[in-house]
């Protein structure tokens, strides 16, 4: 939630502030990240997956599209001691990755997160996403379009690194008679594979955001459970907010952790508004009702969802949830928030289970799978 979107405006037209822009991997497959290995020094080892296993033209342009972006992130990276040591840093740089080495330091100390490794590089892209990640359903349903990926198994959504190629495939999509929701990433996780790095796309959020995207994507360099997208990005959601809550409480910021667990109570509002609509709709959707009375009801139902939203703005004094409000909403925009939150209760249980403590968590967690 409180992400930064960009939509294309012939999907939607405005930006989606409410979805949590963070994501496991950006979908390009696990085989994309294996061949980039093969052009960065050190990288040797990494097994190259065969392209020869790969067929058609979309599915070849998708993983080599996913190198070519992987590996201009890799080559770009330097070590934040550098950086800092450069004369010609500026000084809001330095205090971010300074601010940042000492948010994967708390990760492993107090959190039972891999912070050694990852976000000790810095890499400027030069553009303001990294990925643009895109949902899609059928104007029925709240199943998910899914797609397979090599090692990492069957995920609901598929990611670019240039946005004009996720713009062709969503209007691709679109002519088959998918709902799309395109919307720009500024931050993921290679779980593992390589030292992921701060990246410009996210460096600049103030602190408690950081810190609750450093938490997150460390969550899936922990678990990561193939082919469940809501299970890997749920549980990565309550890991940085518990985190952040705890980061708050070590610090000695109450006050800061009390407008914390007020930010955290609007965004179960919203969501549970979510849950609301996904239900009725679930209804609507298994009925006998007639594809025209369908429609009608489903867009009645999407207008009821905006009304109690704008109301819960209204009730907050903020315009936290404005853009959103402007979308016009499909199937595709649910799902890319139901994706990150309907597992969360279940995480939130078990976390409290563990009184608290991450590493007993996160084994409670592993043998749940």
């Given at each position: 939630m409180e992400g930064r979107t960009l939509v294309?405006?012939?999907?939607?037209?405005?930006?989606?502030?409410?979805?949590?822009?963070?994501?496991?991997?950006?979908?390009?497959?696990?085989?994309?990240?294996?061949?980039?290995?093969?052009?960065v020094p050190g990288m040797r080892g990494i097994l190259l997956f065969p392209l020869l296993f790969l067929s058609g033209?979309?599915?070849?342009?998708?993983?080599?599209?996913?190198?070519?972006?992987?590996?201009?992130?890799?080559?770009?990276?330097?070590?934040?001691?550098?950086?800092?040591?450069?004369?010609?840093?500026?000084e809001a740089l330095k205090k971010k990755?300074?601010?940042?080495?000492?948010?994967?330091?708390?990760?492993?100390?107090?959190?039972?997160?891999?912070?050694?490794?990852?976000?000790?590089?810095?890499?400027?892209i030069g553009r303001r996403h990294v990925v643009f990640v895109l949902h899609a359903a059928t104007e029925f349903?709240?199943?998910?379009?899914?797609?397979?990926?090599p090692i990492i198994?069957?995920?609901?959504?598929?990611?670019y690194f240039k946005e004009e190629d996720a713009i062709a495939y969503s209007r691709k999509l679109e002519a088959e008679g998918y709902e799309i929701h395109l919307g720009g990433t500024n931050a993921f996780s290679t779980l593992g594979v390589f030292h992921d790095p701060l990246l410009n796309t996210f460096i600049d959020y103030p602190e408690i955001d950081l810190a609750e995207t450093i938490f997150h994507e460390l969550t899936h360099r922990r678990i990561f459970k193939s082919g469940d997208t809501t299970f890997n990005e749920s549980l990565a959601n309550v890991v940085q907010e518990e985190g952040v809550r705890k980061y708050l409480r070590a610090k000695g910021r109450m006050a800061e952790l009390a407008d914390y667990k007020e930010r955290l109570m609007r965004r179960r509002d919203f969501y549970l508004e979510i849950a609301v609509t996904r239900e009725q709709l679930t209804k609507l959707y298994a009925s006998d009702a007639k594809e025209?009375?369908?429609?009608?009801?489903?867009?009645?139902?999407?207008?009821?969802?905006?009304?109690r939203a704008r109301a819960l703005q209204n009730r907050w004094g903020t315009k936290a949830l404005e853009g959103w409000l402007s979308l016009e909403l499909t199937n595709a925009h649910l799902l890319a928030l139901i994706t990150y939150n309907s597992e969360m209760p279940k995480f939130r249980k078990i976390m409290e289970e563990s009184g608290g403590d991450f590493e007993v968590f996160f084994e409670r967690v592993k043998s749940a799978e």
């Open positions: 294309r405006p012939s999907i939607a037209q405005a930006r989606n502030e409410w979805r949590n822009q963070r994501s496991l991997l950006p979908l390009l497959g696990l085989a994309s990240l294996w061949i980039a290995g093969m052009f033209c979309e599915t070849l342009h998708f993983y080599g599209q996913g190198v070519l972006g992987q590996v201009e992130i890799l080559r770009k990276s330097r070590p934040n001691a550098k950086i800092i040591a450069a004369p010609e840093t500026t990755l300074v601010l940042a080495e000492a948010l994967c330091d708390f990760a492993s100390e107090e959190l039972a997160l891999p912070g050694d490794s990852a976000y000790h590089k810095y890499a400027d349903s709240l199943e998910p379009k899914t797609w397979h990926y198994g069957e995920l609901d959504y598929r990611g025209g009375a369908m429609r009608a009801e489903k867009k009645r139902v999407l207008g009821k969802l905006k009304a």
